[in-house]
Protein backbone atom coordinates (compact mmCIF):
# COMPACT_ATOMS: atom_id res chain seq x y z
CA UNK A 1 0.00 0.00 0.00
CA UNK A 2 2.75 2.58 0.96
CA UNK A 3 4.15 1.85 -2.55
CA UNK A 4 1.02 2.52 -4.33
CA UNK A 5 -0.24 5.63 -2.94
CA UNK A 6 3.94 6.89 -3.60
CA UNK A 7 3.04 5.92 -7.07
CA UNK A 8 0.11 7.38 -7.13
CA UNK A 9 0.87 10.66 -5.72
CA UNK A 10 4.12 10.78 -8.04
CA UNK A 11 1.73 10.48 -11.12
CA UNK A 12 -0.53 13.07 -9.65
CA UNK A 13 2.09 15.59 -9.05
CA UNK A 14 3.84 14.92 -12.64
CA UNK A 15 0.62 14.90 -14.42
CA UNK A 16 -0.35 18.50 -12.59
CA UNK A 17 3.13 19.83 -13.43
CA UNK A 18 3.23 18.50 -17.13
CA UNK A 19 -1.27 20.15 -17.85
CA UNK A 20 0.56 23.72 -16.34
CA UNK A 21 3.57 23.22 -18.48
CA UNK A 22 1.31 22.52 -21.88
CA UNK A 23 -1.34 25.43 -20.68
CA UNK A 24 1.54 27.50 -20.37
CA UNK A 25 3.34 26.40 -23.64
CA UNK A 26 0.00 26.87 -25.42
CA UNK A 27 -1.42 29.96 -24.15
CA UNK A 28 1.72 32.01 -25.18
CA UNK A 29 0.70 31.19 -29.12
CA UNK A 30 -2.44 32.55 -28.68
CA UNK A 31 -2.75 35.54 -30.47
CA UNK A 32 -6.14 36.70 -28.66
CA UNK A 33 -8.81 35.23 -26.23
CA UNK A 34 -12.12 34.23 -28.24
CA UNK A 35 -14.20 30.92 -27.49
CA UNK A 36 -12.73 28.89 -30.50
CA UNK A 37 -9.34 29.77 -29.66
CA UNK A 38 -10.49 29.23 -25.87
CA UNK A 39 -11.77 25.77 -27.59
CA UNK A 40 -8.62 25.23 -29.22
CA UNK A 41 -6.11 26.10 -25.95
CA UNK A 42 -8.52 23.54 -23.65
CA UNK A 43 -8.36 20.45 -26.51
CA UNK A 44 -4.39 20.84 -26.93
CA UNK A 45 -3.76 21.35 -23.62
CA UNK A 46 -5.97 18.53 -21.74
CA UNK A 47 -6.73 16.22 -24.41
CA UNK A 48 -4.35 15.99 -26.28
CA UNK A 49 -1.74 17.38 -23.48
CA UNK A 50 -3.30 14.01 -21.14
CA UNK A 51 -2.25 11.64 -24.92
CA UNK A 52 0.93 12.88 -24.23
CA UNK A 53 1.99 12.76 -20.74
CA UNK A 54 0.73 9.36 -20.33
CA UNK A 55 3.37 8.36 -23.39
CA UNK A 56 5.56 10.51 -21.34
CA UNK A 57 5.06 8.52 -18.13
CA UNK A 58 5.10 4.81 -19.31
CA UNK A 59 8.47 5.56 -20.91
CA UNK A 60 9.15 6.96 -17.63
CA UNK A 61 8.17 4.38 -15.56
CA UNK A 62 8.12 1.40 -17.17
CA UNK A 63 10.83 1.54 -20.41
CA UNK A 64 13.16 3.52 -19.35
CA UNK A 65 14.75 1.54 -15.97
CA UNK A 66 14.71 -1.59 -17.82
CA UNK A 67 15.94 -0.39 -21.33
CA UNK A 68 18.79 1.89 -19.75
CA UNK A 69 20.41 -1.26 -17.86
CA UNK A 70 23.75 -2.14 -19.90
CA UNK A 71 22.33 -5.69 -20.56
CA UNK A 72 19.05 -4.73 -21.88
CA UNK A 73 19.73 -1.31 -24.08
CA UNK A 74 20.22 -3.08 -27.71
CA UNK A 75 16.64 -3.35 -27.12
CA UNK A 76 16.18 0.17 -27.11
CA UNK A 77 15.86 0.89 -30.96
CA UNK A 78 13.44 -1.95 -31.07
CA UNK A 79 11.10 -0.89 -28.43
CA UNK A 80 10.73 2.60 -29.60
CA UNK A 81 10.66 1.72 -33.29
CA UNK A 82 7.29 -0.41 -32.09
CA UNK A 83 6.27 2.04 -29.18
CA UNK A 84 6.43 5.30 -31.42
CA UNK A 85 4.44 4.36 -34.29
CA UNK A 86 1.65 2.28 -32.35
CA UNK A 87 0.97 5.38 -30.31
CA UNK A 88 1.06 7.81 -32.96
CA UNK A 89 -1.47 5.92 -34.66
CA UNK A 90 -3.47 5.50 -31.61
CA UNK A 91 -3.97 9.49 -30.69
CA UNK A 92 -4.52 10.19 -34.45
CA UNK A 93 -7.20 7.52 -34.67
CA UNK A 94 -9.00 9.40 -30.90
CA UNK A 95 -8.11 12.93 -32.68
CA UNK A 96 -10.46 11.87 -35.62
CA UNK A 97 -13.09 10.40 -33.61
CA UNK A 98 -13.39 13.21 -31.26
CA UNK A 99 -11.62 16.19 -32.30
CA UNK A 100 -11.41 15.56 -36.22
CA UNK A 101 -13.12 19.26 -37.07
CA UNK A 102 -10.70 21.21 -34.40
CA UNK A 103 -7.63 19.32 -35.29
CA UNK A 104 -7.01 17.46 -38.08
CA UNK A 105 -9.11 19.95 -40.71
CA UNK A 106 -7.32 21.89 -43.24
CA UNK A 107 -9.23 23.68 -45.28
CA UNK A 108 -11.85 22.88 -47.89
CA UNK A 109 -11.70 22.63 -51.92
CA UNK A 110 -14.73 23.00 -54.51
CA UNK A 111 -15.38 19.91 -56.49
CA UNK A 112 -18.43 20.12 -59.15
CA UNK A 113 -19.90 22.95 -57.24
CA UNK A 114 -19.87 21.09 -53.82
CA UNK A 115 -17.96 21.57 -51.02
CA UNK A 116 -15.03 19.10 -50.22
CA UNK A 117 -13.84 19.54 -46.44
CA UNK A 118 -10.06 18.72 -46.37
CA UNK A 119 -8.49 17.02 -43.43
CA UNK A 120 -4.92 16.35 -42.38
CA UNK A 121 -3.87 12.25 -43.82
CA UNK A 122 -2.21 9.94 -41.23
CA UNK A 123 1.09 9.95 -43.53
CA UNK A 124 0.77 13.57 -42.83
CA UNK A 125 0.27 13.25 -39.25
CA UNK A 126 2.33 10.33 -39.08
CA UNK A 127 5.27 12.55 -39.92
CA UNK A 128 4.90 15.25 -37.54
CA UNK A 129 3.11 13.01 -34.67
CA UNK A 130 6.17 11.13 -34.67
CA UNK A 131 8.61 13.74 -34.53
CA UNK A 132 6.46 14.97 -31.05
CA UNK A 133 6.28 11.85 -29.90
CA UNK A 134 10.22 11.20 -29.80
CA UNK A 135 10.83 14.41 -28.68
CA UNK A 136 8.17 13.02 -25.40
CA UNK A 137 10.27 9.74 -24.61
CA UNK A 138 13.83 11.64 -25.00
CA UNK A 139 12.17 13.67 -22.33
CA UNK A 140 10.95 11.20 -20.18
CA UNK A 141 14.58 9.04 -20.63
CA UNK A 142 16.25 12.28 -20.01
CA UNK A 143 14.04 13.24 -16.56
CA UNK A 144 14.60 9.31 -15.75
CA UNK A 145 18.13 9.98 -15.87
CA UNK A 146 17.92 12.89 -14.19
CA UNK A 147 16.49 11.29 -11.33
CA UNK A 148 18.48 8.21 -11.16
CA UNK A 149 21.78 10.75 -11.35
CA UNK A 150 20.73 12.18 -8.31
CA UNK A 151 19.90 9.07 -6.21
CA UNK A 152 23.65 8.23 -7.08
CA UNK A 153 24.68 11.75 -5.67
CA UNK A 154 22.66 11.23 -2.92
CA UNK A 155 24.21 7.54 -1.70
CA UNK A 156 27.33 8.73 -2.80
CA UNK A 157 27.23 11.90 -0.23
CA UNK A 158 25.75 8.80 2.03
CA UNK A 159 28.95 6.74 2.03
CA UNK A 160 30.78 9.91 1.64
CA UNK A 161 29.33 10.94 5.11
CA UNK A 162 29.67 7.53 6.78
CA UNK A 163 33.41 7.14 5.41
CA UNK A 164 34.60 10.56 7.11
CA UNK A 165 32.54 9.61 10.03
CA UNK A 166 34.26 6.48 10.25
CA UNK A 167 37.99 7.93 9.38
CA UNK A 168 37.41 10.39 11.83
CA UNK A 169 36.08 8.30 14.69
CA UNK A 170 38.97 6.14 14.19
CA UNK A 171 41.29 8.72 14.30
CA UNK A 172 39.47 10.33 17.86
CA UNK A 173 40.07 6.73 19.12
CA UNK A 174 43.41 6.47 18.36
CA UNK A 175 43.77 10.05 20.22
CA UNK A 176 41.45 8.84 23.24
CA UNK A 177 43.72 5.62 23.82
CA UNK A 178 47.13 7.58 23.15
CA UNK A 179 45.70 9.76 25.92
CA UNK A 180 44.97 7.42 28.32
CA UNK A 181 47.85 6.15 28.19
CA UNK A 182 49.71 8.87 28.71
CA UNK A 183 47.34 9.85 31.90
CA UNK A 184 47.76 6.55 33.57
CA UNK A 185 51.60 6.98 33.18
CA UNK A 186 51.15 10.29 35.17
CA UNK A 187 48.84 8.75 37.38
CA UNK A 188 51.26 5.73 38.02
CA UNK A 189 54.02 8.38 38.37
CA UNK A 190 52.23 9.91 41.51
CA UNK A 191 51.36 6.55 43.08
CA UNK A 192 54.88 5.33 42.93
CA UNK A 193 56.29 9.09 44.50
CA UNK A 194 53.27 8.14 47.20
CA UNK A 195 51.84 11.67 46.60
CA UNK A 196 48.87 12.47 48.28
CA UNK A 197 47.77 13.93 45.19
CA UNK A 198 46.64 10.74 43.40
CA UNK A 199 42.62 10.85 44.64
CA UNK A 200 42.84 14.22 42.93
CA UNK A 201 44.81 13.66 39.58
CA UNK A 202 42.33 10.24 39.54
CA UNK A 203 38.88 12.69 39.95
CA UNK A 204 40.40 15.02 37.25
CA UNK A 205 41.23 11.78 35.19
CA UNK A 206 37.16 10.71 35.55
CA UNK A 207 35.92 14.18 34.62
CA UNK A 208 38.39 14.09 31.16
CA UNK A 209 37.19 10.33 30.73
CA UNK A 210 33.34 11.72 31.07
CA UNK A 211 33.78 13.96 28.58
CA UNK A 212 35.31 12.10 26.05
CA UNK A 213 32.97 9.43 26.09
CA UNK A 214 30.20 12.14 26.06
CA UNK A 215 31.07 13.02 22.60
CA UNK A 216 28.44 11.38 19.95
CA UNK A 217 30.13 9.85 17.35
CA UNK A 218 28.62 11.70 14.60
CA UNK A 219 31.50 13.38 12.48
CA UNK A 220 29.36 16.88 12.32
CA UNK A 221 28.91 17.19 15.97
CA UNK A 222 30.30 20.23 17.36
CA UNK A 223 31.43 21.32 21.04
CA UNK A 224 31.08 24.41 22.13
CA UNK A 225 34.35 26.16 22.72
CA UNK A 226 34.16 26.94 26.39
CA UNK A 227 33.42 22.96 27.10
CA UNK A 228 36.82 22.56 24.90
CA UNK A 229 38.75 25.04 26.79
CA UNK A 230 37.39 23.59 29.97
CA UNK A 231 38.44 20.07 29.32
CA UNK A 232 42.40 21.62 28.29
CA UNK A 233 41.95 23.55 31.72
CA UNK A 234 41.55 20.13 33.16
CA UNK A 235 44.08 18.31 31.52
CA UNK A 236 46.09 20.99 32.39
CA UNK A 237 45.57 20.72 36.07
CA UNK A 238 46.80 16.96 35.49
CA UNK A 239 49.96 17.37 34.30
CA UNK A 240 50.24 19.95 37.16
CA UNK A 241 49.82 17.69 39.79
CA UNK A 242 51.92 15.03 37.91
CA UNK A 243 54.96 17.51 37.90
CA UNK A 244 54.18 18.99 41.70
CA UNK A 245 54.83 22.48 39.35
CA UNK A 246 52.77 25.01 38.82
CA UNK A 247 55.23 27.54 37.36
CA UNK A 248 55.51 24.96 34.79
CA UNK A 249 52.62 25.48 32.68
CA UNK A 250 51.30 29.61 31.54
CA UNK A 251 47.88 29.06 30.04
CA UNK A 252 46.76 32.88 28.59
CA UNK A 253 43.42 32.85 27.70
CA UNK A 254 40.39 36.12 26.99
CA UNK A 255 38.09 36.44 30.02
CA UNK A 256 35.13 35.66 27.49
CA UNK A 257 34.64 33.37 25.04
CA UNK A 258 32.33 33.73 21.88
CA UNK A 259 29.44 31.40 21.48
CA UNK A 260 30.83 29.37 18.79
CA UNK A 261 31.59 25.52 18.13
CA UNK A 262 34.44 23.30 17.65
CA UNK A 263 35.48 19.49 16.76
CA UNK A 264 36.00 18.18 20.35
CA UNK A 265 39.26 16.83 21.17
CA UNK A 266 40.90 18.80 18.58
CA UNK A 267 43.16 20.96 20.67
CA UNK A 268 44.59 18.51 23.16
CA UNK A 269 47.20 16.88 21.30
CA UNK A 270 48.75 20.39 20.70
CA UNK A 271 49.43 20.22 25.01
CA UNK A 272 49.73 16.47 24.83
CA UNK A 273 52.69 16.70 22.71
CA UNK A 274 54.40 19.53 24.86
CA UNK A 275 53.90 17.99 28.18
CA UNK A 276 55.28 14.69 26.93
CA UNK A 277 58.21 15.97 24.87
CA UNK A 278 58.83 19.56 26.63
CA UNK A 279 60.32 20.38 29.85
CA UNK A 280 57.75 21.56 32.17
CA UNK A 281 59.21 21.16 35.53
CA UNK A 282 61.97 24.67 35.47
CA UNK A 283 60.65 27.92 35.95
CA UNK A 284 62.61 29.83 33.10
CA UNK A 285 61.07 27.50 30.68
CA UNK A 286 57.31 26.79 31.00
CA UNK A 287 54.94 25.34 28.80
CA UNK A 288 53.40 28.10 27.20
CA UNK A 289 49.15 27.76 25.70
CA UNK A 290 48.13 30.81 24.02
CA UNK A 291 44.27 31.25 23.18
CA UNK A 292 42.58 34.02 20.85
CA UNK A 293 38.74 33.80 19.99
CA UNK A 294 36.49 36.12 18.67
CA UNK A 295 33.57 35.95 16.07
CA UNK A 296 35.65 35.31 12.70
CA UNK A 297 38.44 32.88 14.23
CA UNK A 298 40.39 30.50 16.65
CA UNK A 299 44.00 31.24 17.14
CA UNK A 300 45.52 28.69 19.25
CA UNK A 301 49.22 28.04 20.01
CA UNK A 302 51.77 25.99 22.19
CA UNK A 303 55.35 26.20 22.81
CA UNK A 304 57.56 23.79 24.52
CA UNK A 305 61.32 23.27 25.42
CA UNK A 306 62.57 20.09 23.65
CA UNK A 307 63.56 17.60 26.85
CA UNK A 308 66.76 16.23 26.27
CA UNK A 309 65.11 12.51 27.03
CA UNK A 310 65.05 10.58 23.74
CA UNK A 311 61.10 10.59 22.69
CA UNK A 312 58.94 7.48 22.61
CA UNK A 313 57.49 5.36 19.71
CA UNK A 314 54.23 7.09 19.92
CA UNK A 315 54.74 10.57 20.08
CA UNK A 316 53.99 11.45 16.83
CA UNK A 317 50.69 9.62 16.80
CA UNK A 318 48.29 12.71 18.19
CA UNK A 319 49.54 15.24 16.09
CA UNK A 320 49.56 13.28 12.32
CA UNK A 321 45.82 12.54 14.05
CA UNK A 322 45.12 15.63 14.25
CA UNK A 323 46.56 16.56 10.81
CA UNK A 324 44.06 14.20 9.11
CA UNK A 325 41.24 15.80 11.63
CA UNK A 326 41.64 19.11 10.29
CA UNK A 327 41.96 18.18 6.95
CA UNK A 328 38.36 16.01 7.31
CA UNK A 329 36.45 18.53 9.39
CA UNK A 330 37.97 21.89 8.27
CA UNK A 331 38.70 22.07 4.99
CA UNK A 332 40.02 24.90 3.27
CA UNK A 333 39.35 26.32 6.81
CA UNK A 334 42.38 25.99 9.10
CA UNK A 335 46.18 26.53 9.01
CA UNK A 336 48.72 24.39 11.14
CA UNK A 337 52.30 25.51 11.52
CA UNK A 338 54.23 23.49 13.72
CA UNK A 339 57.87 24.22 14.08
CA UNK A 340 60.69 22.55 15.36
CA UNK A 341 64.29 24.07 16.02
CA UNK A 342 65.86 21.16 18.06
CA UNK A 343 65.85 23.34 21.15
CA UNK A 344 61.90 24.27 21.19
CA UNK A 345 58.91 23.28 19.24
CA UNK A 346 55.73 25.56 17.85
CA UNK A 347 52.64 24.80 17.22
CA UNK A 348 50.25 27.34 16.04
CA UNK A 349 46.81 26.39 14.71
CA UNK A 350 44.21 28.52 12.88
CA UNK A 351 40.55 27.62 12.54
CA UNK A 352 38.34 30.02 10.50
CA UNK A 353 34.31 29.26 11.42
Not at 60 to 72: D, H, S, T
Request: with cysteine.
Amino acid sequence: MPEIRRHTREFMLLLGGWLVLAYSSNMLTMPRFTPESLRWLHINSSFLGLLNFLLFYGCYRWIAVPLLEKQRRPLLPGILLLVLPVFTFLKYGLIKLFFAQDLLFRGYRIENHQRVDIYISPAEFLVTGLWNSAIIVIAAFSFRLFLLWLQEEKKRATLQQQQLQAESGFLKMQLNSHFLINSLNSIYSLALMGSPEVVRANKTLTQLLAYMVDQPSDIAYQAPVAEEIRYLQDFVSLQRLRTGFDEGVIFSMPDTLPDKTIAPLLLVPFVENAFKHGVSNRPGKPVTISLACNEQQLLFSVHNYVSGQQRDKTGGIGLDNVRKRLQLLYPGRHALTIRDTGAEYFSNLVINW
